[in-house]
């Protein structure tokens, strides 16, 4: 079927054609007219079969044709952008794209003009939270990837959030994208839609194991190769020989680094793209280098990378866009890259089926996830086909992948909401919404979930009973004729947390004096649930001790008595030293190298500790008012990681840590420094340069950032009255204790 044949206007035909979208795949002529027919439709087909231009159809013809807002659900914050850098191609057709997927504490009111609103689940269930009235115009929800409803982190709530929308709006259309699952009926008939599916794709994928020198594609496909020294370096060898690109999967992060760096100097001799400066910058840290910043770029110049939750997000989309340009002829990367980010290759290479799993050692990874990697395999319009190749250890190794990955259904997908930690922070967040109001409208919203759709739901009345009962505890609803939300209540579904980080906060909050050390309250911020540990290693032993002793009596979390939660404080404390090292200008290349953690690590981290920091502030007007003069200013210095006197420099756009201290250093303290100083003085500074210099002049008569800059002096002024505790012998950064270890 061609586009001109779907009976759209003539200018979403136009555009489509413009675009390159001709003529349609098998599996989007069979969507697409039940599309436009203002059907619900489930899509589950194989990796780069072109679902997403389902959801774009459908999009264009919401808002163009019958008026209506769209909200387009992501998992992940890269493939929002990826949604959003593709919609806006259609910009010219007179529609208005946005994407919102960072504060959760925001009503985001200026959504309210835009006609598709691309956001992570998070974000989509936080406007809910909110009570934004546009989200009661939505006509049209596209949910991707939402085989990912089976994550026990990201699943239940998109779950939670869909459910939502469904019972507020009966009538809205529904498109859900997924990749093959072996229950996609079972949840097509829970979104009350047709379901297409298909085996078909537009390059052939051949999958097969390779062991021993041969990779078998099936029995009478038997291929041999000369692996030299290193059998994957044989493979990847072959494929850029050839033209193609490949993907590498392994298990660890540290796997990643090694492989790329191994096989560097053998890629150089193949390719050589070269990197500016400017490029080599962004690799090695765009504001502090590092080690494995710089161990990257010395990689990516060779036409070579890895990909793993340590780079920064910058580092990290410099990989795939050198990747799609043809610059970067081969990744090596965790399995999260394939988790719909479009970077599609010749020949993808899984060398690992196991990953290491705190609680239980090494354990297989789906046939779903493995499913995911291999569909990566082949570029439209490049390659002849694709080529999906699992690394077999042993001859055993080699029949199990065959019988249960290459000749394995994928798993079907189980809703992750039966788990009373998660159903506390969703009923608290149905009653402070009025969505529910009783235990048995709780039930009655469970019931309409996809964990209801797929159980009789035995034994959740004992769980909602029990959750709810937890949440009168800790004051966060009361039960007066009806569940209602207290003010601390609704503040926590607001502020997005888990109502247990609400409880650390609020009884941190009622210990904190004028005395309590910048640490202890970071320990208590990193000590909620919405903080990930950082695992302390076997080196980290001393220094924790060291902190744990000298710090005693300040600690606003307990140090437990039993092992497995004395494991959890030490994880809790690390992550608060990462922060005080951050916020005391330790340098990153430190960090990383003394915690062994990568840049991504540190990211990662100062964002979710400014979330948790922020809603203690928020927390604060409610039980301590007063605390907030300690708050305010160490939640700027944990956005920025500077010492209080760079506060007022922080408020600069385009200045980070590093630029500010140059400039503080040089002198130039605050805005009225910079007005005085002259441009070219300003400009010769390191990393600062004219164009920068300029927008600094530019922004000291910005009416907006003088409104900033007052907000900013009261905190410096609040600095200046409430100090950490008076012992000036108390360790202020890593570089202190590395000096007696």
């Known amino acids: 079927m061609r586009t001109n044949e779907l009976g759209l206007p003539e200018n979403i035909i136009n555009a489509l054609e413009s675009q390159g979208y001709v003529t349609l795949y098998p599996p989007q002529a069979n969507a697409i007219p039940k599309v436009i027919l203002g059907k619900n439709v489930v899509v589950a087909v194989p990796t780069a079969t072109g679902k997403s ?78 009570g934004n009235r546009w989200m009661d115009d939505v006509g049209l929800v596209v949910a991707d990837e939402i085989h990912l409803i089976h994550d026990p982190s990201r699943g239940p709530t998109l779950e939670v959030a869909l459910t939502k929308m469904m019972r507020r709006n009966p009538n809205m259309q529904m498109i859900a994208l997924s990749a093959t699952i072996s229950n996609s009926r079972e ?50 060898r072959g494929t850029v020989d050839e033209g193609g690109q490949c993907l590498v999967f392994v298990n660890a992060r540290r796997s990643t680094e090694s492989l790329a760096v191994k096989y560097s100097k053998d890629m150089s001799k193949i390719t050589s793209p070269g990197l500016s400066d400017e490029e080599m910058m962004i690799l090695e840290g765009e504001s502090e280098s590092t080690s494995l910043g710089k161990k990257l770029a010395s990689c990516a110049k060779c036409g070579m990378a890895f990909h793993n939750a340590g780079l920064t997000y910058q580092q990290r989309r410099f990989v795939e866009d050198g990747f799609k340009s043809g610059r970067i002829k081969c990744i090596v990367a965790t399995p999260t890259l394939a988790a719909g980010i479009n970077l599609p290759a010749r020949r993808v290479i899984v060398r690992d089926t196991k990953r290491f799993e705190s609680n239980a050692g090494y354990t297989p990874i789906s046939v779903m996830e493995v499913k995911q990697m291999c569909g990566r395999a082949g570029r439209p319009r490049y390659d002849p086909h694709g080529e999906a190749i699992i690394i077999a250890k042993t001859e055993y190794d080699k029949r199990h992948i065959i019988k249960d990955y290459l000749s394995g259904d994928p798993e079907p997908i189980l809703s992750k909401l039966n788990n009373e930690a998660v159903l506390r922070s969703h009923i608290l967040g149905l009653i402070a919404t009025e969505d529910a109001s009783s235990e048995e409208d709780v039930i ?5 979930t996809f964990f209801g759709h797929q159980s009789e739901l035995f034994g959740v009345e004992n769980v909602v009973e029990r959750a709810v009962g937890h949440l009168i505890s800790e004051g966060m609803i009361s039960n007066d004729g009806g569940l209602r939300a207290t003010p601390f209540g609704k503040r926590v579904s607001d502020l997005y947390i888990d109502p247990e980080s609400a409880v650390i906060l609020r009884d941190s909050l009622l210990k904190m004096n004028d005395d309590t050390p910048d640490l202890a309250i970071l320990h208590a911020v990193a000590s909620t649930p919405d903080v990930l540990g950082l695992y302390p290693k076997k080196a980290d032993g001393d220094v924790l001790k060291k902190l744990i002793a000298e710090y005693d009596g300040y600690f606003l979390v307990e140090e437990p008595d039993d092992h497995e ?40 981290r100062v964002d979710t500790v400014e979330w948790i920091l922020h809603s203690m502030n928020e927390l604060s007007a409610i039980f301590r008012p ?72 530019e922004q000291v008569g910005s009416e907006n950032f003088k409104i900033c800059a007052r907000s900013q002096g009261e905190e410096i002024r609040s600095i200046e009255t409430a100090r950490d505790a008076p012992d000036s012998n108390r360790q202020s950064n890593l570089l202190d204790f590395r000096s007696q270890t």
Do not use: Q
């Open 626 to 697: 007063e605390c907030a003069r300690r708050l305010r200013p160490l939640l700027t210095r944990v956005k920025y990681g500077i010492k209080s006197e760079l506060i007022e420099l922080a408020a600069f756009r385009g200045i980070g840590r590093s630029r500010a201290r140059t400039l503080h250093n040089a002198g130039i303290k605050g805005r009225k420094d910079i007005a005085d100083a002259d441009v070219n003085s300003i400009a010769s500074l390191p990393r600062i340069g004219m164009v920068l210099a300029k927008s600094l002049k």
């Open 565 to 604: 939660g004395y494991e959890f404080f030490l994880s809790d404390l690390k992550v608060a030293y990462l922060m005080l090292n951050w916020i005391t200008e330790v340098d990153e290349e430190t960090i990383t190298e003394v915690l062994g953690i990568g840049p991504g690590d540190i990211r990662a």
């Open 53 to 130: 231009l389902v959801g774009y159809v459908a999009a264009l013809r919401a808002v163009l044709t019958d008026k209506k807002k769209v909200l387009y659900i992501v998992p992940l914050k890269a493939l929002a952008s990826e949604k959003r850098d593709d919609l806006e191609r259609f910009s010219h057709l007179g529609l208005r794209v946005a994407m919102s997927t960072g504060d959760l504490d925001s009503e985001d009111k200026w959504l309210n003009n835009a006609d598709i609103v691309v956001a992570t689940s998070e974000k989509a269930d936080s406007l809910l939270r909110h």
């Open 187 to 236: 949840l097509a008939e829970w979104l009350n839609a047709d379901l297409v599916t298909s085996e078909w794709r537009p390059i052939p994928l051949k999958e097969g194991v390779y062991f021993n020198g041969e990779i078998t594609f099936d029995e009478y496909d038997v291929v041999d190769v000369d692996t030299g020294k290193d059998e994957i370096w044989s493979l990847i």
């Open 444 to 448: 009655d919203f469970l019931r309409k």
